[in-house]
């Protein structure tokens, strides 16, 4: 391959057709798991149960799947996580069907293994280009996002009622077809087999392990776990926040797709900034638009301070999320990837889900102007540790 065209790069593009069809399953999840969590669950309490164990699920799964890909190639590892997302599918549809409660929350578990899975896109692409290509290649692989944040819903609102008259069930047997489809290319192309290395046990891999403790990877996961976590600090409670403000549903919604866009859209580009300036300094700019958007939430309840804020964050994420995955596959010796990928992934799920939860609970007991303000506070603290550490590994 002539590394300075990447679309001469079969292996790559058959990757990026890839994730962007299975992409598309994550925003119909988004509307899916609570629309019919509320239809089965015994009680309102339990209505959030499948998307939250969708996202247990993929906290769970993120080690697993690297070690298979580590141990038995990419191609293994993204098959099993098709035919997750196929079982979930299926499973839904037939807990919607059947009326079950129970096969609903056991497809999320599925599901969210399903989109953990999706994760290692990013860094199968990266070892398909040379290393000077690799961030331009992890920063178009995420603009699938962007085509997924538009055809999800889409695809969502064409087929919720196909199975009429149960409510919802086409939305999951259209995942059964996402996945059929998106298994295709990975059929097609052949990816770089795994490095041949002795089985190791459980000690050697804990042992393993200490190479996160040396400064260059160290900074890459926490920069991915700080921009992941802060960008869901502020998405998540954003609707509730709007709502609570007096805006209605469809504005709320509005943000948030404008957010999503905002997200994806820059991966045009942040590669080949990278490519050209440094992951580092590219790193604190994108800390340093996800400090503008806290301070955009602080300075006002209008829809312009949501809209503004929301996708200063989206582009912020992109930035930094971008930069920290470049970062992680430059310091990994080849060896050891797949186990320092799957904590690294571990860790941004565990994150998320914290944030998640401390969000929630932040704007329901002290409102949208502390949250901002916390989120500012945790970006200082992170962003002074990035300094000192960048200054010590550049």
């Given at each position: 391959m002539r590394s300075t065209i990447l679309s001469q790069n079969g292996t790559y593009l058959g990757l990026l057709a890839a994730n962007t069809i299975l992409g598309a399953a994550m925003p119909m999840l988004i509307i899916l798991g609570g629309l019919a969590g509320l239809m089965l669950a015994p009680s309102t309490a339990f209505a959030t149960l499948p998307a939250s164990l969708?996202?247990?699920?993929?906290?769970?799964?993120?080690?697993?799947?690297?070690?298979?890909?580590?141990?038995?190639?990419?191609?293994?590892?993204?098959?099993?996580?098709?035919?997750c997302l196929l079982a979930g599918g299926a499973l839904g549809m037939w807990g919607l069907i059947s009326g079950s409660f129970i096969l609903l929350c056991l497809a999320h578990l599925a599901l969210g293994a399903a989109l953990a899975c999706f994760q290692y896109f990013r860094f199968a692409a990266a070892e398909t280009v040379s290393t000077a290509w690799q961030p331009v290649a992890i920063s178009l692989m995420l603009t699938s996002g962007l085509i997924a944040a538009f055809v999800g819903p889409q695809m969502f609102i064409m087929t919720k009622d196909a199975l009429a008259p149960v409510p919802l069930a086409g939305g999951y047997a259209a995942l059964v077809g996402v996945a059929l489809v998106g298994l295709v290319p990975l059929a097609l192309i052949r990816l770089p087999a795994p490095p041949k290395t002795a089985p190791q046990t459980l000690r050697q891999r804990i042992a393993a392990l200490t190479v996160l403790r040396q400064r260059p990877v160290r900074l890459a996961v926490g920069l991915g776990a700080v921009s992941q976590g802060i960008m869901v600090f502020l998405m998540v409670p954003t609707p509730l926040a709007m709502i609570g403000c007096g805006f209605g549903d469809a504005l709320a919604g509005d943000v948030i797709r404008w957010h999503v866009v905002a997200m994806f859209a820059p991966s045009f580009f942040t590669g080949?900034?990278?490519?050209?300036?440094?992951?580092?300094?590219?790193?604190?700019?994108?800390?340093?638009?996800?400090?503008?958007?806290?301070?955009?939430?602080?300075?006002?309840?209008t829809s312009g301070h949501f809209y503004g804020s929301l996708i200063i964050l989206g582009i912020g994420w992109n930035f930094s999320f971008i930069s920290a995955t470049t970062l992680l596959a430059h310091a990994v010796p080849e060896a050891e990837k797949a186990l320092v990928q799957g904590a690294n992934d571990t860790m941004i799920a565990l994150v998320s889900t914290l944030c998640a939860f401390v969000a929630g609970a932040i704007i329901a007991g002290f409102g949208w102007a502390v949250l901002a303000g916390v989120s500012l506070v945790l970006l200082c603290v992170a962003g002074a540790v990035f300094v000192v550490d960048m200054r010590a590994t550049v």
């Open positions: 969708q996202m247990l699920a993929g906290l769970l799964a993120a080690a697993p799947f690297s070690l298979i890909m580590g141990r038995y190639g990419r191609k293994i590892g993204f098959a099993i996580g098709g035919l080949f900034l990278i490519k050209k300036f440094g992951a580092h300094p590219i790193a604190m700019i994108g800390l340093g638009f996800l400090a503008v958007s806290s301070l955009v939430a602080l300075s006002g309840l």
